[in-house]
């Protein structure tokens, strides 16, 4: 009876996967090639293949909506912020996992205590804040709220994996007369490659999307991310389903690529032992 239920089980499994796959999948394969027909085609045959390759959807998205300067901005802001997590959350892991004081539990406990706040439960604070100090309409102004959102599950990964590392090697690295700083740089950086790969996934795979900040934030178009801008577009050309087509291809095929790209480093992240705790 057991293998005869395992087997069920298993068929039960596939069709499940079948079925999200086909699922997912179905309506990309209909984004995708319905971004390259004008709009009269797609109102005449909304599900069939485009006559041509038509290429002014993309040209008009560039042209009248500036998708390529919020692009710009959401690459910028997405690899700073990364940048800046990364060196925060491995030194604060660090520090967490093998400099052990009295205060050390108090305030890893502070720092985790971010994960429990929400981006939407803070924003008019956020917003107000801002206005205030004259940061809103700026990069700074988004890279500040970026990175204390960011930072606290990076600190939780990297404090997580760096535990794990065997002590002997920092202690021989201490014998031997490496401070602190070095031992970071020429010990725990280098060992500690897979969870960086998987934090810098992590956190600018999270920016790149993030939308809620941006748009609370910023009002002026050569500051905005490109999610705002792509709603903002969508929004006043709402009646050209070609053009919305191609805006939101062009809005998924950069995290579809950087997942393709790095699919191996993230799993490799978790697989290392990046969420043992």
């Not at 087997?7 to 997912?24: E, H, N």
């Not at 007369?177 to 740089?185: E, R, T």
């Not at 690529?257 to 480093?265: A, L, P, S, T």
Request: charge should be neutral.
């Amino acid at each position: 009876m057991r293998p005869k239920a395992s087997k069920l089980f298993m068929f039960i499994g596939y069709m499940a996967m079948s079925f999200f796959v086909i699922w997912t999948v179905v309506p990309l394969v209909w984004l995708g090639y319905s971004s390259f027909k004008p709009h009269m085609e797609i109102v005449e045959s909304i599900f069939a293949f485009p006559t041509s390759f038509y290429l002014g959807n993309f040209e008009t998205a560039f042209r009248d909506g500036g998708l390529g300067w919020f692009t710009f901005n959401s690459f910028l802001l997405s690899v700073s912020t990364t940048i800046i997590v990364i060196i925060l959350a491995t030194l604060s892991g660090f520090a967490f996992a093998k400099i052990k004081n009295r205060f050390t539990p108090f305030l890893y406990g502070f720092i985790m205590l971010g994960l429990l706040i929400t981006i939407q439960s803070s924003l008019i604070p956020i917003f107000l804040t801002e206005v205030k100090l004259g940061l809103n309409d700026t990069y700074l102004g988004l890279l500040i709220p970026y990175v204390a959102f960011s930072l606290p599950f990076a600190v939780y990964l990297a404090r997580s994996y760096i535990q794990n590392l065997q002590n002997e090697t920092f202690e021989a690295a201490i014998l031997d007369g490496a401070n602190l700083w070095q031992i970071y740089l020429n010990i725990v950086l280098p060992m500690s490659r897979p969870i960086i790969a998987t934090i810098g996934i992590f956190t600018f795979l999270g920016i790149w999307n993030e939308f809620s900040l941006a748009l609370a934030l910023t009002s002026d178009d050569t500051v905005r991310t490109l999610p705002v801008g792509i709603n903002s577009l969508l929004g006043g050309l709402q009646t050209d389903y070609g053009l919305q087509m191609a805006t939101l291809l062009y809005g998924m095929l950069p995290l579809i690529v950087f997942y393709i790209i790095f699919r191996k480093e993230l799993l490799k992240g978790f697989g290392s032992g990046s969420v043992k705790g």
